[in-house]
């Protein structure tokens, strides 16, 4: 594979991070500096980065967060905002989230050490189930739900169809539950701003057939059997 997979697979940074870190001259492959971004390597060379040996792991595994609100869902952000990584405990490997939650958005998300298992699990053609629990502050009619049910398009975006329903309704809001397999991006947020509707609170409750148990916001868990269906 290529050293720069290598390096995103070992989880120490993005496959484009690793290619900067080669230009930069911070890598070694069999203590000899790694001159390209296309270099191949294998499990049994010895990969140096900034001083630390990487090591791939063998076994796949996964844990289980759950994110609070105003923590956001990359390695580095440019305003400083705290990330999930920033509040992992510190005996843990490197780990890689499996998709985003938005900034303002809560619960459930998957960190995984294998870059592959990743990248795998974030694709449409994986089909995975997501649920949301939304707190909405405006109208929402059976007409509207419908609608969303069918699939829209939004400035030219289609959603396919996600089953949304009316989990209760208050004073003044709506309890939403979408359930959705696409996930485009703040698919949720999207279709809510499109009909006026306020988003009160998000939260993920379920990543295909794992669930939010009883964790705290910023609790992590550890899986320690991994569903068939992601393998």
Same mark, same amino acid.
Not at 54 to 61: A, P, R, T, W, Y
Not at 95 to 103: A, N
Not at 137 to 147: A, H, N, P, T
Not at 193 to 221: C, S
């Given at each position: ?10 989880g120490?940074? +993005?496959?484009?991070?690793a290619?900067?870190l080669v230009?930069?001259k911070k ?9 390209k ?5 294998n499990y =049994?060379? =010895?990969?140096l980065v900034?001083g630390?040996t ?5 076994q ?9 609100t105003n ?7 440019p ?11 510190k005996?843990? %490997? ?10 303002m958005?809560?619960?459930? $998300?998957l960190?995984?050490n ?8 974030e694709l449409? +053609?994986?089909? @995975?189930?997501?649920?949301y629990r939304?707190c @909405? ?11 969303? =049910?069918?699939g ?9 169809? @996600?089953?949304?329903k $009316? ?7 709506y ?11 703040r698919?949720i ?8 509707w306020?988003v ?5 409750l379920?990543?295909?057939? @794992? ?8 609790q992590i868990?550890? $899986?320690?059997?991994i %569903?068939?269906?992601?393998?």
């Amino acid at each position: 594979m290529r050293i720069a997979k290598y390096i995103s697979n070992a989880g120490y940074c +993005s496959r484009r991070d690793a290619e900067k870190l080669v230009l930069e001259k911070k890598v070694y492959v069999n203590n000899k500096l790694c001159q390209k971004p296309n270099t191949n390597v294998n499990y =049994n060379d =010895n990969i140096l980065v900034c001083g630390k040996t990487l090591k791939l792991s063998s076994q796949i595994k996964l844990w289980k967060l759950y994110k609070p609100t105003n923590v956001i869902c990359t390695n580095k952000d440019p305003k400083k905002r705290k990330t999930i990584f920033d509040i992992l405990p510190k005996n843990l %490997p490197r780990l890689i989230s499996i998709g985003r939650l938005d900034f303002m958005s809560e619960g459930l $998300i998957l960190l995984t050490n294998n870059g592959d298992f990743a990248r795998k699990m974030e694709l449409p +053609s994986s089909n @995975i189930l997501r649920v949301y629990r939304a707190c @909405i502050k405006g109208r929402v009619s059976e007409d509207v739900i419908k609608k969303i =049910n069918f699939g829209i398009s939004i400035n030219g975006i289609f959603y396919k169809k @996600i089953k949304v329903k $009316i989990e209760k309704k208050t004073n003044l809001n709506y309890w939403l539950i979408f359930k959705l397999r696409e996930g485009k991006n703040r698919e949720i947020r999207n279709i809510c701003k499109f009909y006026k509707w306020n988003v009160i609170k998000l939260i993920r409750l379920q990543y295909g057939p @794992i669930r939010l148990t009883k964790q705290n916001p910023g609790q992590i868990e550890e $899986i320690k059997n991994i %569903p068939l269906e992601f393998l």
